[in-house]
DNA sequence: CAGCATCCACGATGATACTG
DNA sequence: CAGTATCATCGTGGATGCTG
């Protein structure tokens, strides 16, 4: 009883193996698609944000979690981190133009999986 | 010199916290964004695959985590399992409706990290 | 060919405490 | 507030060997 629908192929040219192991992409979707860097590229999706309020936001996450998540996308330069010197600290994040490039297309996968994940997950009602 | 635009937010309405921990959406996302969830996915949708193509295809990847990826990809009804009665067995795998809906979303994705992975990940030149 | 069972290692992640 | 340092652990994932 299961949907199988499997219309056209989708185009698709460098999926030959399905990439080579250890190249460039394979480490920059491991960031990318990891369990904190998703939902923290989501939330920097609708605009900058502070340390406190990403930790708020991204529920479940440890500190040391955000810190390091923040700072593989930094260096990837997907994040910007923009510091201000005053007491107590304030420390702003945001996306780079990178960064938005690729919320962009991760935004309809998020709100996809957001709209089927209660019939997947649970029960097939 | 990092580039820094950052347009309008995009269009979401469910990122408040970023999702509730534990929540379908969480559990969904970690199985599709896993490290071969993803791989395999995109395999996939090219067209159904035997394992044993699905396994060259995907280089690197263990029996183990073929498996173990397959059977949670295939409870979570994105991927449809046909075994043939024959001997030497042969197994093929494909989308349901679902999966291709959803990789349909996965590749765009995929494609702009193949893309830009060099120049992020390497020299950024 | 297409798996499953086991054992094992290490890295990812969490909890806690401390600091500029 | 925005982190960093340290430690304990838990699970992911690899290697191997066996089977229908």
């Given at each position: 009883?299961?949907?199988?629908?499997?219309?056209?192929?989708?185009?698709?040219?460098?999926?030959?193996?399905?990439?080579?192991?250890?190249?460039?992409?394979?480490?920059?979707?491991?960031?990318?698609?990891?369990?904190?860097?998703?939902?923290?590229?989501?939330?920097?999706?609708?605009?900058?944000q502070?340390w406190?309020e990403l930790r708020?936001?991204t529920?479940?996450?440890?500190?040391?979690?955000?810190?390091?998540?923040?700072?593989?996308?930094?260096?990837?330069?997907?994040?910007?981190?923009?510091?201000?010197?005053?007491?107590?600290?304030?420390?702003?994040?945001?996306?780079?133009?990178?960064?938005?490039?690729?919320?962009?297309?991760?935004?309809?996968?998020?709100?996809?999986?957001?709209?089927?994940?209660?019939?997947?997950?649970?029960?097939?009602?």
């Open positions: 009883m299961e949907a199988d629908v499997r219309p056209a192929p989708l185009p698709l040219s460098f999926t030959d193996g399905v990439f080579p192991a250890g190249c460039p992409s394979r480490i920059l979707l491991d960031h990318v698609t990891s369990k904190w860097g998703v939902l923290i590229l989501i939330a920097l999706s609708e605009g900058a502070r406190s708020r936001r529920e479940g996450i440890s500190e040391k979690m955000l810190a390091q998540t923040l700072k593989t996308l930094e260096r990837d330069g997907l994040v910007s981190r923009e510091a201000q010197p005053v007491i107590p600290p304030r420390v702003d994040y945001s996306l780079t133009g990178k960064g938005y490039e690729l919320s962009a297309l991760l935004v309809p996968l998020v709100a996809w999986a957001f709209d089927n994940a209660e019939e997947i997950i649970n029960g097939k009602a």
